[in-house]
């Protein structure tokens, strides 16, 4: 059923539910929620014509924030939670939210497959670099140094590591390029009002978009701090063209810090439910089916 254009307008402040936030003092996450309100506001989402999904973690708690309709998921689950909403009302409003842990670990098998099926919706990340909620081991994007030959590193700061991390941090965003995920960006949850355009711009993209907000941990993570990041942040150059993806691949790579603003951008990708849609229009006699009537056809 078609949406109708809404004739209310909403203020940001509008988007907070009665539950407050309970992140430590300090968590990114707070930076990441503002920012949401603010490009829910930008585009002026029906909060009832909206559903935020996660899966779990310290930042999959973020539906519960919002008022709008939410479903927190199950671990690494939410791609797949919010692409079912989709494909079963197309007219919603899908907004993903989730850590790095969730997006990147235990839910990466559903990522390239969300990019070739480029449903109409935003997945936002706050990536802090572990796992929060589970009190602080080591994620897919996590820096932990490694201990020098003579001294071991702070073994209360990294407790499940307390030699450093051997194994290589991925690189989310040229990962991303790779599959050809229809728009990808990166965001800082200290420049809310940088991100919330960012997020505005993404949730206005036709197709699947990331964005992966640097969200820093201050009580698991004391390595990668907002300092950390205000230190090795940059604006994504003027002249940078989003829509070349070899020239989004490069920039993606460069490892003189880390780029901020939209990176790649496919548009008109093709999406799994306009070839539903135009599916249906070319069977529509397909469209009777029931599941009652499926099952007739194995008895
Ligand atoms: C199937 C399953 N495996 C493991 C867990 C335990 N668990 C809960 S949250 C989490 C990691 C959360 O890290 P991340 O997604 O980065 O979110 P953060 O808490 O840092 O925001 C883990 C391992 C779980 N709940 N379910
Ligand atoms: S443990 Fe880390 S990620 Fe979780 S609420 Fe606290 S600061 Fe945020």
Redesign the pocket.
Known sequence: MPVETPTQTWAPKEYKSDLKPIWCAGCG?FGVLNALYKAMSMCNLDPENTVVVS??????RLPGFVASYGFHG???RALPIATGIKAARPELNVIVV??????Y??GAGHFPHCARRNPDMTYLI???N?????KG?V?PTAMVPMASLNSKIDSKRWKTTPYGMMEDAINPIAQAIAWDVSFVARGFSYKPNQLAEILAEAIQHKGFALIDAF?P?PT?NQDQTDDFYKDRTYDVPEDHDPTDRVKAFELSLRNDGYPIGVIYKHEGKHSLLDEQASLRARFPHDTQTTVAKLFEKFQ
Request: with cysteine; hydrophobic share 20%; proline share 0%.
């Open positions: 996450d899966g779990i973690g310290c930042s999959s199950v671990h690494g989730g850590g790095d842990g969730d997006g670990s235990i706050m990536n802090n572990t796992y929060g909620l589970t081991q994620s969200s941990c698991f």
